[in-house]
């Protein structure tokens, strides 16, 4: 499905009724179902070309719409802020990047002529990371408690990643 074709079938009601229930479904941690899972949390991976690296590439993982979905309205119940209070200034803050840019502008005007700001980015982070630990924060975390059936749900097993060629296959 696409973002799309699920909003060209929204007009009906029995689909926008049908949507609401997988959806539902989703956020609640209630597809039990194997197969149904597995296509609900398969990836596409586009291997997008890295600016740094001419012979790179870095993978995207593409996520069914319809997970998206849920996730997206899942995410409107957590109070990021409470979450994350000194360090997420991007999500769910109006101009969060443009106070990240300022912090680091005065932090480095501060620091002098000598000091150095150094940038740092975890490769492949997040696969990096256990499964179990990631859940282990979450449910200690009192604020995650509206996504903590979809993170189970999502995070408790591996998802199919699908990779295609230019015709599709």
């Given at each position: 499905?696409?973002?799309?074709?699920?909003?060209m079938?929204?007009?009906?009601?029995?689909?926008?009724?049908?949507?609401?229930?997988?959806?539902?479904?989703?956020?609640?941690?209630?597809?039990?179902?194997?197969?149904?899972?597995?296509?609900?949390?398969?990836?596409?991976?586009?291997?997008?070309?890295?600016?740094?690296?001419?012979?790179?590439?870095?993978?995207?993982?593409?996520?069914?719409?319809?997970?998206?979905?849920a996730?997206?309205?899942?995410?409107?119940?957590?109070?990021?802020?409470?979450?994350?209070?000194?360090?997420?200034?991007?999500?769910?803050?109006?101009?969060?990047?443009?106070?990240?840019?300022?912090?680091?502008?005065?932090?480095?005007?501060?620091?002098?002529?000598?000091?150095?700001?150094?940038?740092?980015?975890?490769?492949?982070?997040?696969?990096?990371?256990?499964?179990?630990?990631?859940?282990?924060?979450?449910?200690?975390?009192?604020?995650?408690?509206?996504?903590?059936?979809?993170?189970?749900?999502?995070?408790?097993?591996?998802?199919?990643?699908?990779?295609?060629d230019?015709?599709?296959?």
């Amino acid at each position: 499905w696409t973002a799309e074709l699920l909003m060209m079938i929204c007009d009906d009601g029995d689909c926008l009724d049908g949507i609401t229930l997988i959806v539902k479904d989703i956020i609640n941690g209630d597809i039990m179902d194997p197969a149904t899972r597995s296509r609900l949390l398969a990836s596409v991976l586009i291997a997008a070309p890295k600016a740094s690296d001419p012979d790179g590439v870095r993978p995207i993982a593409m996520p069914e719409v319809l997970y998206k979905l849920a996730g997206a309205l899942a995410l409107q119940k957590v109070d990021i802020q409470a979450s994350f209070p000194c360090i997420q200034l991007g999500v769910q803050q109006f101009g969060g990047a443009e106070r990240a840019v300022h912090i680091i502008r005065t932090a480095a005007e501060a620091a002098g002529p000598d000091s150095v700001i150094l940038a740092v980015d975890i490769q492949n982070a997040f696969n990096e990371r256990s499964r179990q630990a990631i859940m282990e924060r979450a449910i200690a975390t009192p604020a995650a408690a509206p996504i903590l059936r979809l993170a189970q749900w999502a995070y408790g097993q591996s998802s199919d990643l699908l990779v295609y060629d230019r015709a599709g296959r």
